[in-house]
């Protein structure tokens, strides 16, 4: 590879991707700035001489946290690394980054080269994985690193274990092993899913080469490696989440049913984003520039010969398949498929799908076969790919500057951002602790005084007792305690196994209590020395020393037979075949044709023009249809809303969308929740349906985005129940502390929300038995449908109807409906003026062609009889009717009801 010009250019062209991270300060994504900490955790941890800390301790306040025993130690470890070699934090994070931008290119241009595919054809392809939306998205927006380097070393396996399919080969066996227990260290979710994957490619790459039977055993051998080089890792975290809260992962925001994506979604163009935005739009999208570009290619089918057609059909059949995973109606798979829940995100599924779409990209600029067209293709794919992404280039937002970060800037940012354990909802924490909230102790203040936690908590010692400090790490602390008494201890420590308390060099009995679940242990009466320490337990070091073990020896061999090929002179064997090599035009042309790229974004589009990052009036937002301006408790203000649909005319069963656009008038230190009520607009204005947020706008009131000039855009999706009776509704809103939805923040006049100016009316769908057999016309505006009369009502009772009515064109002003009763000689009886809906819902609002349900109440009548209703329209004041067809200004209907 290295003698390949399109490696290069690759290289090259991948440059564009890296430009944020000149930036200083990491973009205020999801999960960004909680990774760079964990790196920072790591690093402490490497200069306290532990490789592999199976225990944080100074995570979760400074009570320690089992972090890295459940999730992948391997882009910690790469940015401790890092740290080690003399950069500062933020450095050595985005140094590791820079590299991995390149390197999951790489992995698809080897991929692509290994099918044959020429140079240009499989830079393509490496830049289409680049630039993929969720892999630019992940880098700036969600910052969930570790995913990232998951799905850079996933191609890397899928080359390695079509390398071994296709020529065999102890080296090349061990190496896919090596790559896949990379894949197993990097990232739960990704190596759970990339695992499925590579099967399904196994299974494409035996259909295409056609190897013997016993490569496919070879190919299980590999990922065998790969499980027992990292199962000092992989098994603890399987078989210990018991000791956890991780069904918290299942429930909630993180329920795998709420996150479905559909298709026009997941098929549509990277939006822009405007950056007065609080709390930009998740952009979950394969990108629809991507997907025309992987559509364009199976119009070359004819040149394909026979490896390209099978890599062709396996892309598109994976990546329909992976789509499929991210719709709706996968959810049973979801919910049988044993640990598939634990991915949270069905959308995860969008940072693999890249790699199938990829290699069509590279198969249709591979298939531009005349001389410099080829050349031509990839600069204008470069070109598309980048175009379709470069919103997702510019991040905005309060930036955070970590490179002299502390661990009490860990404390602080833990505390401020909700977090538990650099974790979204303290999963990790052990079961014993049931604590809903972790209070300030004094671990965490001697953070902020630039000190070592002691872990020994003096209170518990009886009266007359003393205690000193011998020595001090992280993980091992010891003391020197006289006792008056027998007594019980307690120390600053979550408990958890691994944890131990030594008396004069014997251990003794420790347990949890207490609803922090902090460490306990009896220590005899009299002078001794107590040592806390964490240790692996016996099984995990058992798994350490196998794993260790299966790495020396594995590369001790990988090495000697280097040395001996070396020896013998042996020539290397080819990866791939090297087809059409690159000419000194088409090297020179692209790599001009970069640089004049890049030229251009730096010298003309950066500095003149807002192409990709407009920013609106922030009290203005883009979107809104109508201003609130309602300010509560003088911290949070309502800018306006916006409903859908706009018609505020809705059914039972149905969804209405409701989006509120929210603005921070000062700092806050509380967290609060957004409610969103529907209530009956008459008395005694029942509850009737909500939707509530943790979050408005799933951003945190304490989040920097609410004290800056800025939005949030705050979507409500209020799903009316299917037995909701018709009829007008209000919409209320408002604000509370979270998890205490009595303490409401008041609007300035003293509310404790505030109702839309709206009513949302809930018609009723008319039945086929009360259509009329013919419509009746009134004024060429209106015509009724139907009537649901009763057949007989007892003395007395009140009269209950409905009429169905539409617009037939747009109604001018709103006119008052009369129902009068008459009897058998066509007397008055009782009778019922005025607008529809309790003057709430004009008929000058009604929607053109909608059949309105309209219901009215008659007051009972003692005379029994059979009775007959008139009915008609007038305008008020001028009593003007509408009238029928032949002039009366009424309708009397033929339908009879008895009163007995």
Known sequence: MKREWGF??????????????????????????????????????????????????????????PLFHFLGPLFP???????????????????????????????????????????????????????????????????????????????WMMERLHAYLQEGGWARRWTAGVVYGLLLLSHNITAMLGTLTLLGYSLLVWIAERPPYRRLWGALWALGVGIGLAAFFVVPALVDRPLVHLDRLLQGHFDFRKHFLSLDRLLSFVPV???????????????????????????????????????????????????????????????????????????????????????LIGLGVDSLRRPGWRAFGAAMAWIALALGVMPLLYPFGRFTVLHQATLADLQRFDRSAGLTGLTSVGELLPRTVTALKIPTLPPEEAYFQGEEPIRLDFASLPPGAEAILLSQRPLDQRFQVCLPMEATLRFWVFAFPGWQVWVDGHPVRAWAEGEL????????????????????????????VFSLGLWLAGWTRWLLRQAQDRLQRAKPALTFKLTSPLSWEERIGLSIFWALI???????????????????????????AMRADVDFGGRIRLLGYTLFPSTELA??????????????????????????????????????????????????????????????????????????????????????????????????????????????????RMPATARLAQPIRFGGVLELVGVELPAFVPQDAPWTLWFYWRALSPVSESYVLFVHRLNAQGELRGQRDGPPFEGIKGTDRWPVGEIMAVPVTLEGIREPGRYRLRVGWYAWPSMEHLRLSSGEPFAILPQEILVR
């Open 77 to 155: 470890w790469f940015g401790a690394l890092g740290m080690q070699l003399g950069l500062d934090l933020e450095s050595s994070v985005k140094a590791v980054l820079a590299l991995l931008i390149g390197f999951g290119g790489a992995g698809v241009y080897r991929l692509a080269r290994r099918w044959g595919i020429s140079e240009l054809g499989a830079m393509a392809a490496g830049l289409a994985y680049i630039y993929a939306p969720f892999r630019i998205r992940e880098l700036y927006w969600q910052g969930d690193f570790p995913q990232y380097l998951g799905l850079c070393l996933l191609p």
């Open 517 to 544: 679940g902090l460490l306990h242990a009896r220590i005899p009466q009299g002078a001794h020395e107590v040592r806390l320490h964490f240790d692996s337990r016996w099984d995990w070091r058992l798994l350490e």
């Open 273 to 359: 984003q405007d950056q007065s935005m609080g709390n930009p739009r998740e952009v979950l999208t394969l990108g629809a520039h991507q997907v025309m570009l992987a559509a364009a290619a199976f119009l070359s089918w004819g040149r394909w010969n026979r490896r390209q057609r099978v890599l062709a059909i396996g892309a598109g059949l994976g990546g329909c398949g992976m789509i499929g995973l991210m719709l709706a109606p996968s959810r049973p798979l979801w919910e049988h498929l044993p640990l598939l829940a634990y991915s949270e995100f069905p959308w995860r599924w969008l940072g693999i799908a890249a790699i199938p779409i990829a290699a």
């Open 651 to 764: 059914y039972p069963g149905e969804t209405i969308t409701l989006i509120l656009w929210w603005r921070g008038l000062q700092e806050m230190r509380t967290l609060y929740s957004v409610y969103v009520h529907g209530l009956e607009a008459l008395p005694p204005n029942h509850l009737r349906f909500q939707n509530d947020h943790m979050h408005p706008g799933e951003m945190p009131t304490t989040a920097p985005p609410w004290r800056e000039e800025r939005y949030i855009r705050d979507v409500h999706v209020l799903s009316l129940p299917a037995d909701l009776p018709s009829g007008p509704y209000r919409i209320k809103v408002g604000l509370y502390e979270l998890g205490k939805p009595q303490a409401t923040l008041s609007t300035a006049d003293g509310e404790n929300g505030y109702f839309l100016p709206l009513t949302l009316l809930v018609n009723r």
């Open 8 to 65: 290069w250019l690759l290289l090259m062209g991948s440059a564009l991707a890296g430009v944020p991270l000149l930036w200083s300060g990491f973009p205020p994504s999801h999960d960004g700035v909680l990774h760079v900490y964990r790196v920072l955790e790591m690093d402490r941890m490497w200069r306290a001489g532990v490789f592999y800390p199976r225990w944080a301790p100074d995570l979760v306040f400074g009570l320690g946290y």
């Open 598 to 624: 890049l030229g251009l974004k730096f010298l003309y589009v950066d500095p003149h023009t807002t192409w990709f990052r407009p920013r609106s009036d922030p009290n203005a937002p883009s979107g809104m």
